[in-house]
């Protein structure tokens, strides 16, 4: 199940608003509206926690594996990092499609992607012209 599918869930089952929700989470409606329906994901995870919070669930169950790595990979690399995350799990639901994969495979494959995926992007910082580097390593 998808986050934005979790989330129409969870505030059915608690007869909750859209309305409700975005501002018991202190986020805009609009905001709220595109993590329901346009499979958008927040930038921070202070607001998984506060969404968890709010509909009554563990914030584990918003926060899968896949969801985990976009969202890491957004808060170290920006919007590029994030696009390049949503990419590589795109292709890896594709690269299933059809199959039967255990949830613990599932896990496992997503683990690993996103293993590689930070270690290739620290490797390849120390390949990147001085204008783009960090200032700060």
Same mark, same amino acid.
């Given at each position: 199940m998808k986050f934005g599918e979790k989330l129409v869930k969870l505030r059915t089952d608690s007869k909750l608003k859209q309305t409700e929700v975005a501002e018991a989470v202190g986020i805009s409606r609009r905001n709220y509206i595109s993590y329901e329906t346009e499979g958008r994901y927040p930038r921070k995870r202070e607001i998984y926690h506060k969404l968890a919070e709010v509909? =009554?669930?563990? !914030?584990n /169950?918003?926060?899968? %594996?896949?969801?985990?790595?976009?969202?890491? $990979?957004? %808060?170290? /690399? #920006? $919007? =590029? #990092? @994030?696009?390049?995350?949503? @990419?590589? !799990?795109?292709?890896? !639901?594709?690269?299933? $499609? =059809? =199959?039967?994969?255990?949830?613990?495979d599932r896990d496992?494959?997503?683990?690993?992607?996103?293993?590689? /995926?930070?270690?290739? @992007?620290?490797?390849n910082k120390k390949y990147a012209p001085k204008k783009h580097r960090d200032p700060e390593e």
């Amino acid at each position: 199940m998808k986050f934005g599918e979790k989330l129409v869930k969870l505030r059915t089952d608690s007869k909750l608003k859209q309305t409700e929700v975005a501002e018991a989470v202190g986020i805009s409606r609009r905001n709220y509206i595109s993590y329901e329906t346009e499979g958008r994901y927040p930038r921070k995870r202070e607001i998984y926690h506060k969404l968890a919070e709010v509909l =009554g669930c563990d !914030v584990n /169950y918003l926060l899968t %594996e896949d969801e985990e790595f976009v969202v890491r $990979a957004s %808060e170290q /690399y #920006g $919007a =590029g #990092g @994030k696009r390049e995350a949503e @990419k590589l !799990v795109s292709r890896l !639901v594709g690269m299933f $499609a =059809g =199959g039967e994969l255990s949830e613990e495979d599932r896990d496992a494959v997503m683990r690993a992607l996103t293993e590689a /995926y930070f270690e290739c @992007k620290a490797d390849n910082k120390k390949y990147a012209p001085k204008k783009h580097r960090d200032p700060e390593e």
